[in-house]
């Protein structure tokens, strides 16, 4: 199954960090970018598949997804 890496970060807590505030359910690292790889059938399996495991209702923002292997 193809390999993806992705590009995200929680925009709740960079908005937290920048005004001086400590974020109150994730670590301050998520203010920046993670990266994250994935398993996944194709670019629309992975986006579903990190979708529910980051949220965009808890405010992450995936920037990007690219396959990096077969």
Not at 12 to 27: H, I, M, N, T
Not at 45 to 51: I, M, S, T
């Amino acid at each position: 199954m193809p390999r993806y890496e992705a590009a995200i970060f929680n925009q709740v807590v960079a908005r937290d960090v920048q005004s001086g505030l400590k974020p109150r359910q994730l670590d301050e690292g998520w203010a920046d970018t993670r990266y994250v790889e994935i398993t996944a059938t194709n670019d629309l399996d992975a986006r579903r598949k990190l979708e529910a495991r980051y949220p965009s209702s808890r405010g992450f923002v995936i920037q990007s997804v690219e396959q990096i292997g077969d």
